[in-house]
């Protein structure tokens, strides 16, 4: 199984490999041999070949900054070539990539059918200290992560090759999506903490070019530069935490780490878990590391569904559930992750209430709804956390992707220029409503059976004076205070996100009917079987008790579902045209900008670093240069009496010479 395991990381590698060097001359050979390619058809309407119209609108918390904007399509002659004719690279980017989805599909079907963990090692490499193995591990929950990967991934790829379809730089495009789904498979299935490290940076880096794709706007630029820095925080606290478990454990196995975790000094296993949660807050997007997630929807939209949606930023809740033994040996950690995510996912929901660009809710909607996973492993309920995880990469996947159809069709990012699509846009309507009755929690579909397992799990540690009852004996705890903040916040959450959901779901559906069309095939299939999978992937929890709902928990959540939603929906039926956000007045504007955090960072940490860089270059140079510049007229002085002799005239050479001969002819003749 692990040999499957490691093709599945390897085919997408190889895509991305072949798909640059070799698929310009694979698109050849299939033209001269008369397949038909996209070239051969008329070129879509300019709105259609990337979907979008350029809005530029100031950034929250920047003055005079655009907000990045899909839609400006990239310059004529750069290099690469489009998707359209570009057949060769399409093949290498879906072909493996699905490939790789059957592989997951069968790698779950054989720990279904017979669980346990399966180890293999490729190589050690011995540093030293602890040695590093390269190899895989299998288990139940990498399988199930896997299928998720494999799963978005293909969707994705799929989906990006009709609304790509006029993109010069398709090739790498497609490229870094294929190695940034065997990056994150690496991390799924490494069972060595520095190899999941490598597959987690190059995720990073992928994410870095992806959310640039457009670099030569700005804007786009600038946003893909934030996500990266904001995110090596993050990661430079984890790796610390990973350099600290494997000195502590005499190894970076995965395995062995949380068998020798119960026997390391607590002081240490408390540091380590502090420092992970720096990779997860980074990674993960949660405060205070979460304002690159927001701008990084700078990206196309594709990209967002893939990377910022249900993969990458769910690596870190995946990196506390991998190594969750550290955790509940150091409940501190679940402490800091409980109140990190009470604040996160009340924030987000605030901000995501406000937003104007649709994009933008779906955005806060991520953090937010990552942080209702991070609340359930705070809780103690790891099976509840990986069951939400899995049930929101597919609906928000499902959103991404829907969003892309409506922005495809209106050409524009913003709630505001939407509305009426219903009728035109019949099938995006249908699954994008399934997406949001997910996102709100609303029965029968998927998003209602895994928050209700972390609420009602919450609601119960809380009941409990924070005693998670996870190890035997139960002896593992949170404060009291933690858990009652916990399972308050997750309630005010379910509100305010039934609250943005139909808030979206009515401005984009709703209200005076706009002149649209359907997406293209490429683009409703995708949408249509994620759909499907977010409908009925929930009802797979009723196997476990833990997963089930049950009525008391399940009807709080409802009710204050039931709550967000009239509220929103009272303010809309007094003017189905206009935005019910503007009932919130003086507030929006915090709330728009989310509480005006990147305008704080750059005033706490931005300006003062300029600052300081600013002294510094001047202490160089007035202090250190200056120091070595004093010293040249010393030295031109020096060097000028050194050349008095050096004349150039022999005859000056020849007189000296002389002079020296008689004068040691002397010397010698009076000491004698």
Not at 39 to 54: K, S
Not at 285 to 301: E, I, R, V
Not at 587 to 605: K, T, W
Request: glycine share 10%; aromatic share 8%.
């Amino acid at each position: 199984m692990t040999v499957l395991a490691a093709q599945a990381v390897v085919l997408p590698f190889l895509g991305a490999v072949f798909g640059l060097l070799l698929g310009p001359w694979l698109t050849r050979i299939l033209v001269a041999g008369g397949v038909r390619t996209a070239e051969d058809t008329p070129p879509a309407p300019p709105t259609e070949a990337r979907g979008v119209e350029e809005h530029v609108e100031a950034v929250p918390g920047v003055p005079g900054e655009p907000v990045p904007q899909e839609g400006r399509a990239a310059p004529a002659g750069l290099p690469g070539g489009g998707s359209r004719g570009a057949l060769g690279p399409v093949l290498f980017a879906v072909l493996p990539t699905a490939l790789t989805t059957v592989l997951t599909l069968v790698i779950a079907l054989a720990v279904w059918r017979n669980p346990g963990t399966r180890t293999a090692t490729l190589a050690e490499v011995r540093t030293g200290g602890p040695s590093i193995l390269v190899g895989l591990s299998v288990d139940g929950l990498a399988a199930l992560l896997a299928v998720l990967v494999g799963v978005v991934a293909l969707a994705v790829q799929v989906y990006s090759v009709a609304y790509m379809r006029d993109e010069p730089r398709y090739s790498s495009y497609a490229a870094f999506v294929s190695l940034f789904t065997s990056a994150m498979l690496l991390v799924v299935f490494a069972r060595d903490l520095m190899v999941l490290y490598v597959g987690w940076e190059i995720m990073g880096i992928c994410s870095y070019f992806l959310v640039g794709h457009h670099w030569e706007d700005k804007a786009n630029s600038r946003a893909a530069v934030k996500a990266f820095l904001v995110t090596r925080v993050g990661d430079a606290g984890l790796l610390l935490g990973v350099i600290v478990l494997g000195l502590g454990a005499g190894s970076f196995d995965i395995a062995t780490v949380l068998d020798e975790v119960g026997g390391m000094p607590h002081t240490t296993v408390v540091v380590a878990a502090l420092l992970l949660l720096c990779g997860v807050a980074g990674k993960s997007a949660q405060f205070p590391l979460h304002t690159w997630l927001p701008d990084a929807m700078a990206g196309p939209t594709p990209i967002s569904a893939l990377i910022h949606a249900a993969t990458m930023v769910a690596a870190g809740v995946y990196l506390v559930a991998r190594l969750y033994g550290v955790f509940l040996t150091a409940p501190v950690a679940l402490a800091v992750l409980g109140v990190v995510a009470a604040v996160s996912m009340v924030g987000a929901a605030l901000a995501a209430l406000a937003q104007r660009d649709l994009k933008r809710v779906l955005a806060y909607s991520t953090i937010s709804q990552l942080a209702i996973m991070a609340a359930g492993l705070a809780v103690g309920s790891e099976p509840a956390a990986m069951f939400h995880l899995v049930t929101h990469g597919a609906f928000k996947a499902l959103l991404f992707l829907s969003a892309g159809c409506v922005i495809h069709a209106v050409g524009s990012n913003l709630l505001a220029d939407m509305g009426g699509l219903r009728k035109a846009m019949p099938v995006t309507f249908v699954c994008m409503t399934i997406g949001y009755a997910a996102l709100a929690g609303l029965p029968p579909v998927a998003g209602f059976f895994s928050k209700d397992a972390v609420i009602e799990h919450a609601q119960n540690v809380a009941f409990n004076d924070g005693a998670l009852g996870v190890l035997p004996g139960g002896g593992t705890s949170i404060p009291a205070w933690t858990a009652w903040t916990v399972y308050l916040s997750l309630l005010l959450t379910t509100a305010l996100t039934a609250a943005y959901a139909l808030r979206a779901w009515l401005m984009t559906f709703f209200g005076p009917e706009r002149a649209a069309h359907e997406a293209p095939a490429a683009m409703r299939w995708p949408i249509i079987v994620l759909a499907g999978a977010s409908a009925v992937i929930g009802f797979f929890g009723l196997a476990a008790e833990e997963l089930r709902p049950h009525f008391g928990a399940a009807a709080m959540a409802l009710l204050f579902t039931a709550a967000g939603a009239g509220a929103m929906l009272l303010a809309w039926r007094d003017a189905p045209a206009s935005d019910p956000a503007d009932r919130l007045k003086k507030v929006r504007p915090l709330l728009e900008n989310a509480f005006y955090m990147d305008g704080l960072y750059d005033r706490v940490i931005v300006r003062p670093v300029k600052w300081t860089g600013r002294m510094v270059r001047g202490a160089d140079t007035r202090v250190v240069d200056g120091a070595v510049e004093a010293t040249v007229p010393a030295a031109r002085g020096l060097g000028a009496l050194a050349r008095l002799p050096q004349t150039g005239n022999p005859q000056t050479y020849l007189t000296g010479l002389l002079a020296g001969a008689v004068f040691l002819v002397l010397a010698v003749v009076a000491l004698t």
